[in-house]
Protein backbone atom coordinates (compact mmCIF):
# COMPACT_ATOMS: atom_id res chain seq x y z
CA UNK A 1 0.00 0.00 0.00
CA UNK A 2 1.16 3.25 -0.79
CA UNK A 3 1.73 6.31 1.15
CA UNK A 4 -1.03 8.15 -0.77
CA UNK A 5 -3.81 5.80 0.24
CA UNK A 6 -2.81 5.96 3.90
CA UNK A 7 -5.09 8.79 5.20
CA UNK A 8 -8.34 7.59 2.95
CA UNK A 9 -8.11 4.40 4.33
CA UNK A 10 -7.83 6.24 8.42
CA UNK A 11 -11.03 8.60 6.91
CA UNK A 12 -12.99 5.50 6.24
CA UNK A 13 -12.27 3.95 9.47
CA UNK A 14 -13.27 7.14 11.40
CA UNK A 15 -17.08 6.82 13.10
CA UNK A 16 -19.11 9.09 11.23
CA UNK A 17 -19.91 13.09 13.06
CA UNK A 18 -23.43 11.45 14.35
CA UNK A 19 -21.96 9.75 16.95
CA UNK A 20 -22.47 11.25 20.71
CA UNK A 21 -18.68 12.27 22.66
CA UNK A 22 -19.25 12.36 26.49
CA UNK A 23 -18.47 16.46 26.48
CA UNK A 24 -15.81 17.27 28.74
CA UNK A 25 -16.96 19.30 31.54
CA UNK A 26 -15.27 21.39 34.08
CA UNK A 27 -17.15 21.67 37.65
CA UNK A 28 -16.95 25.16 38.81
CA UNK A 29 -14.84 24.24 42.14
CA UNK A 30 -12.18 23.50 39.52
CA UNK A 31 -11.91 26.21 37.56
CA UNK A 32 -9.47 29.14 39.45
CA UNK A 33 -11.43 32.39 39.85
CA UNK A 34 -9.66 35.34 37.96
CA UNK A 35 -9.38 37.16 41.69
CA UNK A 36 -7.55 34.32 43.13
CA UNK A 37 -5.03 34.31 40.04
CA UNK A 38 -3.91 37.81 40.68
CA UNK A 39 -3.64 37.84 44.17
CA UNK A 40 -2.49 34.60 46.36
CA UNK A 41 -5.70 34.54 48.73
CA UNK A 42 -3.22 34.86 52.30
CA UNK A 43 -1.77 38.06 51.71
CA UNK A 44 -3.98 40.82 53.48
CA UNK A 45 -4.63 44.19 51.75
CA UNK A 46 -4.77 47.22 54.06
CA UNK A 47 -6.50 50.95 53.02
CA UNK A 48 -3.85 53.28 53.25
CA UNK A 49 -6.27 55.46 55.56
CA UNK A 50 -5.32 51.84 58.05
CA UNK A 51 -2.00 52.27 56.92
CA UNK A 52 -1.38 55.37 58.47
CA UNK A 53 -3.14 54.78 61.57
CA UNK A 54 -1.15 52.10 62.10
CA UNK A 55 1.50 54.12 62.92
CA UNK A 56 2.09 53.88 66.68
CA UNK A 57 4.99 52.02 67.66
CA UNK A 58 7.26 54.21 64.65
CA UNK A 59 10.96 54.87 65.41
CA UNK A 60 10.08 58.44 64.26
CA UNK A 61 7.59 58.67 67.31
CA UNK A 62 11.08 59.87 69.52
CA UNK A 63 11.70 62.90 67.14
CA UNK A 64 11.33 66.41 68.78
CA UNK A 65 9.36 68.59 67.49
CA UNK A 66 11.21 71.79 65.90
CA UNK A 67 9.83 74.93 67.15
CA UNK A 68 8.14 76.90 64.07
CA UNK A 69 7.97 80.83 65.09
CA UNK A 70 5.80 83.40 62.81
CA UNK A 71 5.85 83.24 59.20
CA UNK A 72 9.74 83.08 58.65
CA UNK A 73 9.50 80.00 60.51
CA UNK A 74 6.60 78.69 58.17
CA UNK A 75 9.32 79.76 55.06
CA UNK A 76 12.06 77.89 56.55
CA UNK A 77 10.36 74.71 57.78
CA UNK A 78 8.84 74.43 53.82
CA UNK A 79 12.53 75.02 52.58
CA UNK A 80 13.68 72.51 54.86
CA UNK A 81 10.75 69.97 54.12
CA UNK A 82 10.99 70.70 49.80
CA UNK A 83 15.09 70.11 50.72
CA UNK A 84 14.51 67.34 52.17
CA UNK A 85 12.15 65.63 49.71
CA UNK A 86 14.52 65.74 47.45
CA UNK A 87 17.40 63.82 49.61
CA UNK A 88 18.09 60.36 48.37
CA UNK A 89 20.96 57.45 49.61
CA UNK A 90 22.64 58.35 52.18
CA UNK A 91 21.20 61.56 53.41
CA UNK A 92 17.65 60.33 53.11
CA UNK A 93 17.05 58.76 57.08
CA UNK A 94 18.69 62.28 58.45
CA UNK A 95 16.27 64.02 56.12
CA UNK A 96 13.23 62.39 57.19
CA UNK A 97 14.10 62.91 60.47
CA UNK A 98 14.21 66.73 59.99
CA UNK A 99 10.69 66.11 58.24
CA UNK A 100 9.42 64.78 60.95
CA UNK A 101 10.49 67.50 63.62
CA UNK A 102 8.93 69.65 61.27
CA UNK A 103 5.67 68.21 61.31
CA UNK A 104 5.04 67.70 64.63
CA UNK A 105 6.10 71.87 64.78
CA UNK A 106 3.70 72.32 62.25
CA UNK A 107 0.70 70.61 64.07
CA UNK A 108 1.54 72.44 67.43
CA UNK A 109 1.57 75.40 66.00
CA UNK A 110 -2.39 77.54 64.64
CA UNK A 111 -1.18 78.59 61.49
CA UNK A 112 -3.37 81.14 59.96
CA UNK A 113 -5.35 80.59 56.32
CA UNK A 114 -3.45 83.82 55.34
CA UNK A 115 0.07 82.09 56.17
CA UNK A 116 -0.82 79.32 54.08
CA UNK A 117 -1.72 81.44 51.17
CA UNK A 118 1.37 83.70 51.92
CA UNK A 119 3.69 80.86 52.44
CA UNK A 120 2.97 78.07 50.22
CA UNK A 121 3.44 75.62 53.51
CA UNK A 122 1.17 73.57 52.31
CA UNK A 123 2.83 72.24 49.17
CA UNK A 124 5.69 71.10 50.71
CA UNK A 125 3.72 69.15 53.34
CA UNK A 126 1.53 67.42 50.63
CA UNK A 127 4.83 66.26 49.09
CA UNK A 128 5.67 64.17 52.78
CA UNK A 129 2.31 63.14 52.43
CA UNK A 130 2.92 60.52 49.49
CA UNK A 131 6.04 59.18 51.28
CA UNK A 132 6.26 55.32 52.05
CA UNK A 133 6.70 55.53 55.78
CA UNK A 134 3.16 55.50 57.16
CA UNK A 135 4.02 57.56 60.37
CA UNK A 136 5.28 60.13 58.40
CA UNK A 137 2.79 59.90 55.98
CA UNK A 138 0.15 60.13 58.35
CA UNK A 139 1.78 63.47 60.19
CA UNK A 140 1.21 65.06 56.56
CA UNK A 141 -1.84 63.79 56.06
CA UNK A 142 -3.37 64.87 59.16
CA UNK A 143 -2.04 68.27 59.03
CA UNK A 144 -3.41 68.71 55.46
CA UNK A 145 -6.86 67.55 56.74
CA UNK A 146 -6.56 70.48 59.21
CA UNK A 147 -6.19 72.67 57.64
CA UNK A 148 -8.15 71.89 54.85
CA UNK A 149 -11.21 72.21 57.46
CA UNK A 150 -9.62 75.44 58.52
CA UNK A 151 -9.19 76.58 54.97
CA UNK A 152 -13.02 75.80 54.70
CA UNK A 153 -14.69 77.34 57.66
CA UNK A 154 -12.40 80.76 57.02
CA UNK A 155 -14.03 80.59 54.07
CA UNK A 156 -18.07 80.36 54.88
CA UNK A 157 -17.41 82.76 57.75
CA UNK A 158 -15.93 85.28 54.84
CA UNK A 159 -18.83 84.47 53.11
CA UNK A 160 -21.51 85.26 55.92
CA UNK A 161 -19.33 88.52 56.15
CA UNK A 162 -19.79 89.47 52.92
CA UNK A 163 -23.42 88.53 52.99
CA UNK A 164 -24.06 90.57 55.72
CA UNK A 165 -22.30 93.51 54.83
CA UNK A 166 -24.58 93.94 51.39
CA UNK A 167 -27.80 93.50 53.42
CA UNK A 168 -26.62 96.17 55.49
CA UNK A 169 -25.83 99.00 52.06
CA UNK A 170 -29.38 97.56 50.87
Same mark, same amino acid.
Given at each position: ???????????? @? %???? $??? /?? +???? &???? !???? =????????? @? %???? $??? /?? +???? &???? !???? =?????????????????????????????????????????????????????????????????????????????????????????????????????????
Amino acid at each position: SSAASRPSQILE @E %TPPA $TTS /RP +ALVL &SPAK !APSR =RSTKRPPSR @E %TVSP $TKR /RC +AAPG &SVWE !ACEK =REVPGVEGLREARDALEAGHMAQGVTAPKAEKEAVSWLKGLAAREVSIEDLKRTMIGQAVNLWRKHTDPYISGLAFALLRDWKAAWKVAEEQRKLAGRECTELLV
